[in-house]
């Protein structure tokens, strides 16, 4: 996202009623014909990682150490690079841009190994950019949660296994809605869960997680810490812009993780 995005206030909506438009501006419509397997989910999701795209997200909860409660995610990716690690894709560039209600703003753009991030706060004005290489730790985990496609399929990894679990239910349902077409869903569920329909407000762990045709996250409901209840997608572009992949201010030398 360029200079021109920033400020920019989120729209005044929520990631619940978002994500209740998208269902219900068409109605839910029951697919026919024979469902795909939590195995073939997960290879959709794994689809959604590669190729070119922007989407914008709307996202509520608790992301981590990040301030919320609610944010506006624009993620972007270019290049046909095939996935070993969803966040270090050799031949692609990725990017994400977070704006928070209260005003933090963070910047991430990754090429291969190597990153550039720029972050402000109300708490440290002024945009604070630098780039490094990115490691395989906690820290780099933690700030890269934001960008959505790889973060949900990192999680449905372990939400899918070759083998799944007695006490794992997983269903596979399809919809179809007027902003982006038929999308096909993974709902998990805990066996305490399914076994006492009525009592999910004691927050047994759960999630629907819903993908485009073309494998993009359209939403996802999670009762889980260290990341998100709520996202849905509103808006989905062929096409990533350059922008998305410019710093929004002048890159230092090197970079520490920004502050979450």
């Keep these: 996202m360029g200079p021109s995005a920033v400020g920019r206030k989120p729209a005044r909506l929520s990631a619940v009623a978002a994500l209740a438009c998208l269902v219900s501006s068409a109605g839910v419509a029951s697919a026919t014909g024979a469902l795909p397997s939590p195995a073939r989910v997960l290879a959709l999701a794994e689809r959604g990682l590669s190729g070119d795209f922007e989407a914008t997200y709307k996202v509520s909860g608790q992301l981590a150490i990040f301030p919320g409660p609610e944010w506006t995610v624009v993620v ?20 994400f841009f977070m704006h928070a209600v209260d005003g933090y703003q963070l910047q991430w753009i990754e090429n291969g190994q190597h990153f550039e991030d720029c972050w402000t706060m109300p708490t440290r004005p002024g945009w604070h950019c630098g780039q490094g290489t990115y490691q395989a730790s906690n820290g780099f985990s933690m700030a890269t949660l934001p960008y959505i496609p790889a973060t949900v399929f990192t999680g449905l990894q372990q939400v899918v296994p070759a083998e799944p679990p007695a006490s794992q239910h997983l269903t596979v349902s ?3 809605t007027s902003a982006f077409g ?16 009525g009592r999910t407000t004691t927050r047994h762990p759960f999630s629907t997680t819903c993908f485009t045709a073309r494998g993009l996250v359209a939403s996802q409901h999670q009762w889980a810490e260290g990341t998100w209840d709520n996202l849905v997608l509103v808006q989905a572009r062929p096409q990533a ?14 970079s520490t993780l920004p502050p979450l």
């Design 241 to 254: 812009q350059a922008s998305n992949f410019r710093p929004v201010s002048a890159i230092g030398r090197s």
């Design 76 to 95: 972007a990716h270019e290049g046909q690079a095939p996935v070993s690690d969803p966040f270090i894709t050799k031949g692609a560039v990725w990017s």
């Design 182 to 197: 038929r999308l096909t869903c993974l709902t998990s569920v805990s066996a305490a869960a399914a076994d006492l329909p």
């Design 174 to 176: 399809q919809r179809d």
